[in-house]
């Protein structure tokens, strides 16, 4: 068991590597890895997350 953290600026990569890096990310996620995604983007997130809950100022879940 172990964690890598890693800091990715998808604004500094082509669309098509950042395709591939959600693939990886959903793949990890199928694998019941637990991932943590940090950006401010909101539409990457939703690409990444099934389902999402948001309140403003509160806490953010999402389930899988």
Same mark, same amino acid.
């Given at each position: 068991r172990y964690? %890598? ?14 395709? *591939? ?5 959903? +793949?990890?996620?199928?694998?019941? *890895? ?12 939703? *690409? ?5 809950? %948001? +309140?403003?100022? *509160?806490?953010? %879940?999402? %389930?899988?």
């Open positions: 964690a %890598r953290v890693t800091g990715v600026q998808t604004c500094a990569l082509p669309i098509c590597e950042v395709e *591939k890096l959600f693939e990886i990310i959903h +793949r990890l996620i199928s694998d019941g *890895k637990s991932v943590i995604y940090i950006t401010h983007k909101m539409d990457e997130i939703f *690409k990444i997350c099934r389902s999402e809950e %948001r +309140r403003v100022g *509160k806490e953010c %879940r999402s %389930r899988w």
